[in-house]
């Protein structure tokens, strides 16, 4: 294999989720677009956010609790929009329609095939971003995007970023069983 020297700031994991993040930002819904979104550990179950400087952070320090939304396919104008558009100067509130779980201030999308709702657990500074980690303490998926009860990713039919393409992807074909393939070289 040939290689290539290439920028680091270029090396992303490939591909990153797209997410929307919800807070109550003065009283009213705001979200965010984020890619840089991960599950961070298993139980309890936690996930991490990593945010720059946005509207959408006011409400989660103020109130401790953020929403992360999966968007299917058909919400990716929307979820762009709450991308390149600041709840600073537009008002983001009724793009969605919104419902309350258990946290009176994680505003999760009705139309969103699956949703969590977070409360902060852990705040990690870093230049220029902050690492905003939480407890996922209600979930809630689309009836349609279930099998046997559980979350099934070709029905929740959610896109994905790659960078540095700034390019949306759906999610292709199921190429091998997780925890399984590699029991073959295990000799
Ligand atoms: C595709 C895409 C992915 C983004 N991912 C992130 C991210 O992971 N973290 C972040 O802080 N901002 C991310 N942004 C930028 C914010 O969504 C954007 O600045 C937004 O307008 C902030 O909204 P607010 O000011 O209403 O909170 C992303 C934007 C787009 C279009």
Redesign the pocket.
Known sequence: MNRIRIAPGDAYPVPLP?TLIGAVVEGRA????????TRVTLKPPMML????S????RGIEEHGEFSINVPDVALLAKT?Y???????TKD?SRLFEVFFGALAHAPLIADCPLVMACRLAEKVALPG?TLYIGEVVEAFAAEHALTEGRPDLRKIDPFV?SMPE?RYFRIGEPVGRAWSAGKALSG
């Open positions: 797209m705001n979200f965010l677009a984020a890619a840089w979104v956010a990593a945010l720059g946005h509207h959408t952070n762009d709450c991308g390149i558009v600041s709840g600073r983001k971003d970023l700034n």
